[in-house]
């Protein structure tokens, strides 16, 4: 086995758990080795650090899978791995038949993801240690996890990066293109072959459940509460919503929240939304194939009556709205004593509609993947955030999220605050999260602490 000698000068991230060695922290390697291979990794002074497999063609260029002494990764290797990963979500992960099963560098296989859909597997092996080893790989997943059928889909830009083409299709069983799963009691049905990623984004499990508290509660901005209504019944009557008319108002889900979701892939946070009791969801994406799933999960839980569907330009879409809502502000203030508002003609009809929301969901793909591109992904989040806020009802809700790892923590949220001050809005930030359970990190590597998740309440500074 040929010895990666690191540099004395370099940090010490390796003796701090980072699974990752740079081509720049590199002194010397001794021996002869194939790329792909297992080296040793030590010190100057020659102290051993960890074994990792080695690609000189890449920036990366060992990824560590041991910190004690390891031969081979073989199918032995990698069923004892994937032991460990599925106890952890054995005793994390409840209620729900689907989940990230291996999470790279986090559980000890940097490299490779898979991800657990009812019985069928999603592969996705990003690099070239993890890509010849695929056979093993395979067979030590058929072992643990007995499933129908595993499928690949190694088609991410990443891997040309290590010298690897796309690759995706099926390794083994039976791969049904749609597969139904099951996530906090709702069904949802994924596209393998053809949806982002590997068909479906887990690491929102608990944030979208954790939506429930803001889907009712909003019944009495309608002026409809719950009245007791005499009746001959000998109990006296019962309590059931009445409006400012007094009229029993008979629609089920009248206390529930006006939701508008962003980018919503599968519409998994509009599903979320019905199921704890909002009373109309407009679910939005810019991809009809998306949208087309988004319909299909929606219809499979019986939620049609309160979702209408969207295809458009999230940013272009939010801009449209505030757009109405300004106008219809300016044609409000035409005429009023004391004004000094532009005139308005109200003869013509408006642009826009001018939509508002009780709650507005922006979940955006990474604007972010590279450090360069920080700053205008800033202007993004900023962007679409600003606009959303001015969406949102007096008081309502704001959840917003981002996936770019390059992105912080502190930096996005110092974002979003620059948002309300130009919207001229104050925000309460009410919860504040990342993945889920079945994407844990390792401290000390900041690469895997990439999702922010945030729930703010919005009010006006006037």
């Given amino acids: 086995m040929a ?33 792909g291979d297992l080296v040793q990794v030590t010190t100057h002074q020659g102290q051993s650090l960890a074994v990792g497999y080695i690609n000189p063609h890449s920036q990366i260029t060992v990824r560590i899978v041991s ?17 460990q990963a599925l106890a952890h979500r054995d005793r994390f992960v409840t209620n729900t038949d689907a989940y990230r099963l291996v999470f790279g560098e986090a559980d000890f296989l940097p490299g490779l993801v898979v991800d657990k859909y009812a019985d069928v597997l999603v592969v996705q092996i990003l690099s070239l240690g993890m890509d010849l080893c695929r056979d093993a790989i395979v067979e030590a997943l058929r072992e643990v996890m007995n499933p129908s059928g595993i499928y690949e889909r190694s088609d991410v830009p990443v891997r040309r990066l290590e010298g690897l083409e796309p690759r995706t299709g099926v390794l083994y069983g039976d791969c049904p293109r749609h597969v139904r799963i099951v996530e906090n009691g709702l069904q949802l049905e994924v596209d393998i072959v053809e949806g982002q990623k590997t068909g479906y984004f887990f690491d929102q499990r608990e944030n979208r459940a954790s939506i429930a508290k803001l889907m009712t509660g909003w019944g009495a901005r309608s002026g409809i509460a719950l009245r007791r209504i005499e009746s001959d019944d000998p109990s006296g009557g019962r309590l059931a919503p009445v409006n400012a008319n007094g009229k029993e108002v008979t629609f089920p889900y009248w206390d529930g929240a006006s939701v508008l979701e962003c980018f919503s892939h599968t519409g998994s946070f509009t599903l979320h939304a019905c199921l704890y009791g909002a009373k109309k969801v407009t679910c939005l994406d810019i991809s009809e194939h998306a949208i087309e799933s988004a319909k299909r999960n929606v219809e499979l839980n019986g939620f049609e009556d309160r979702v209408e569907f969207v295809v458009a330009d999230a940013f272009d879409y939010l801009r449209e709205q505030v757009r109405g809502l300004e106008e219809r502000k300016s044609r409000a203030n035409t005429g ?87 919207a001229g809005k104050v925000v309460r930030l009410i919860d504040f999260h990342g993945a889920g359970k079945d994407h844990p990190h390792i401290l000390g590597v900041d690469e895997g602490d990439y999702l922010k998740f945030a729930i703010l309440e919005v009010r006006s500074r006037q």
């Fill in 336 to 422: 009023s004593e004391g004004s000094s508002a532009k005139k308005v003609d109200t003869s013509k009809p408006m642009a826009a509609q001018g939509r508002t929301w009780d709650v507005v969901i922006l979940d955006p793909p990474a604007f972010a993947k590279t450090r360069s591109a920080v700053e205008s992904a800033c202007r993004g989040y900023k962007d679409i955030n600003l606009h959303a806020m001015k969406l949102v009802n007096e008081g309502g809700y704001l959840v917003t999220a981002s996936c770019s790892y390059h992105v912080r923590p502190e930096l996005f949220l110092e974002t979003i605050h620059a948002a309300a001050a130009d």
């Fill in 3 to 35: 010895t990666v000698v690191l540099d004395r000068k370099r940090k010490k991230r390796v003796e701090h758990g980072h699974p990752w060695v740079y081509q720049n922290e590199i002194e010397r390697i001794d021996g002869h080795y194939e790329p």
């Fill in 67 to 83: 910190y004690s002494p390891l031969e081979r990764m073989d199918r032995d290797f990698f069923v004892g791995r994937i032991r």
